[in-house]
């Protein structure tokens, strides 16, 4: 089967990588190519176990869809190993050779800082003041970092800031806001933490957010931006995320009923024993290629990039601050009327009465009352 490639997307890949995805058998190389990573604002989810080899196979999709001219807006997990492949430029088959942005909050003095990147590889970092600005700041064309998880130690805090992030950007979006950077690619790693399950009831902060991420996924389609959900299972997606996603990626461990996804269910028992690197695809529910799993490139981790966080977004507010203050001078107070353990025992010391010598030798004496008061009735006293 034939496929009509641009020079210029050809130019984008190293020889032989693009002719070996189109030429995947059973048609497939052609629908993944017309379907999904030349037809815009499809979205992609990835399902699997943890050690399935998900996370690789989501880095290897923003390889190409980055080569196909997408900008990528990567949600930062804030795990090692995560965003190193993003700025290095070694391997010629694995290289993005963009420049990096990273988004951070401003508050709390949050800082990020990236070593052992190639000079030819522009990083810049950037504060945001607040969660409403973050997709103002995308640069076309750039992989764009937005990193949170590391600098919240409330989750709840983190959902919220991200329920407002959210919001606004898909109203946004739909109103054609963001032309300027789109199409696009937006990322979401690790997303059972954010998005909430299915079958669990969760708090109020976890549904409020897994309703702005499904209405989002809805709007985003025809703006041109597509989702990539990377997550453990079909039923870590809320329920109208999984009816909207165009393609998945099924793994090791993925798991679905047949009443929900005939595909999935089918293609799970050939995934139980599925390495890292091999993976399915499933196009529009139905497509897929079920003799054998499509070998997925490791991107894996550079060993001369580290990465550094500091700083809390979610210091106490005042009042949580003007209680802990109470409390620690409410401390103080109590421990200046507790003596230290040196005091208590030399001021116990000091005070016990001396010790009264008792010569053995000499008897005890006995005082009989009842003969004294015998006594003293003869004698007349009273």
Same mark, same amino acid.
């Given at each position: 089967?034939?496929?009509?490639?641009?020079?210029?997307?050809?130019?984008?890949?190293?020889?032989?990588?693009?002719?070996?995805?189109?030429?995947?058998?059973?048609?497939?190389?052609?629908?993944?190519?017309?379907?999904?990573?030349?037809?815009?604002?499809?979205?992609?989810?990835?399902?699997?176990?943890?050690?399935?080899?998900?996370?690789?196979?989501?880095?290897?999709?923003?390889?190409?869809?980055?080569?196909?001219?997408?900008?990528?807006?990567?949600?930062?997990?804030?795990?090692?190993?995560?965003?190193?492949?993003?700025?290095?430029?070694?391997?010629?088959?694995?290289?993005?050779?963009?420049?990096?942005?990273?988004?951070?909050?401003?508050?709390?003095?949050?800082?990020?800082?990236?070593?052992?990147?190639?000079?030819?590889?522009?990083?810049?970092?950037?504060?945001?003041?607040?969660?409403?600005?973050?997709?103002?700041?995308?640069?076309?064309?750039?992989?764009?970092?937005?990193?949170?998880?590391?600098?919240?130690?409330?989750?709840?805090?983190?959902?919220?800031?991200?329920?407002?992030?959210?919001?606004?950007?898909?109203?946004?979006?739909?109103? +054609?806001?963001? &032309?300027?950077?789109? !199409?696009?690619? $937006?990322?979401?790693? #690790?997303?059972?933490?954010?998005? @909430?399950?299915?079958?669990?009831?969760?708090?109020?902060?976890?549904?409020?957010?897994?309703?702005?991420?499904?209405?989002?996924?809805?709007?985003?389609?025809?703006?041109?931006?597509?989702?990539?959900?990377?997550?453990?299972?079909?039923?870590?997606?809320?329920?109208?995320?999984?009816?909207?996603?165009?393609?998945?990626?099924?793994?090791?461990?993925?798991?679905?009923?047949?009443?929900?996804?005939?595909?999935?269910?089918?293609?799970?028992?050939?995934?139980?024993?599925?390495?890292?690197?091999?993976?399915?695809?499933?196009?529009?529910?139905?497509?897929?290629?079920?003799?054998?799993?499509?070998?997925?490139?490791?991107?894996?981790?550079?060993?001369?990039?580290?990465?550094?966080?500091? +700083?809390?977004? &979610?210091?106490?507010? !005042?009042?949580? $601050?003007?209680?802990? #203050?109470?409390?620690?001078?409410? @401390?103080?107070?109590?421990?200046?009327?507790?003596?230290?353990?040196?005091?208590?025992?030399?001021?116990?010391?000091?005070?016990?009465?001396?010790?009264?010598?008792?010569?053995?030798?000499?008897?005890?004496?006995?005082?009989?009352?009842?003969?004294?008061?015998?006594?003293?009735?003869?004698?007349?006293?009273?």
């Amino acid at each position: 089967m034939t496929h009509q490639i641009s020079p210029h997307l050809k130019s984008q890949f190293p020889n032989g990588e693009l002719d070996a995805l189109l030429q995947l058998p059973e048609g497939l190389g052609f629908e993944l190519y017309h379907q999904i990573l030349n037809f815009k604002g499809k979205h992609i989810s990835i399902l699997g176990d943890s050690r399935s080899g998900k996370s690789e196979k989501g880095k290897y999709l923003d390889l190409l869809l980055s080569r196909f001219g997408e900008t990528l807006i990567i949600f930062d997990t804030g795990k090692d190993g995560d965003l190193e492949c993003y700025f290095d430029n070694k391997e010629p088959f694995r290289k993005f050779n963009k420049p990096v942005q990273i988004l951070i909050p401003y508050e709390g003095g949050c800082k990020f800082s990236v070593k052992g990147v190639p000079e030819n590889i522009e990083v810049r970092i950037v504060p945001v003041m607040a969660p409403s600005m973050y997709f103002d700041l995308i640069q076309k064309g750039w992989i764009n970092i937005i990193s949170l998880r590391n600098y919240f130690q409330d989750v709840q805090k983190l959902k919220r800031y991200m329920k407002e992030m959210i919001r606004n950007f898909s109203l946004r979006a739909r109103l +054609g806001d963001f &032309d300027a950077w789109t !199409p696009a690619v $937006l990322k979401i790693d #690790e997303a059972h933490e954010s998005m @909430g399950k299915q079958s669990v009831a969760k708090d109020r902060d976890s549904i409020m957010l897994s309703m702005e991420f499904a209405n989002m996924e809805r709007q985003l389609a025809s703006a041109k931006i597509r989702m990539e959900i990377i997550t453990q299972s079909y039923y870590d997606l809320p329920e109208a995320v999984a009816k909207n996603t165009h393609c998945f990626v099924v793994c090791r461990g993925a798991y679905a009923e047949k009443r929900d996804s005939k595909a999935i269910n089918y293609l799970q028992g050939f995934a139980e024993r599925a390495r890292e690197w091999q993976g399915w695809f499933v196009i529009h529910g139905r497509h897929f290629y079920s003799d054998c799993p499509i070998p997925f490139p490791l991107m894996g981790t550079p060993d001369n990039i580290r990465i550094y966080y500091e +700083g809390f977004a &979610d210091g106490p507010d !005042p009042v949580e $601050l003007e209680e802990m #203050e109470l409390l620690l001078d409410a @401390g103080w107070h109590c421990q200046s009327f507790v003596r230290s353990v040196e005091e208590s025992v030399s001021v116990s010391l000091g005070n016990l009465p001396p010790v009264v010598e008792v010569d053995e030798e000499v008897p005890i004496n006995f005082v009989d009352v009842w003969k004294e008061r015998e006594e003293k009735k003869i004698e007349g006293v009273d």
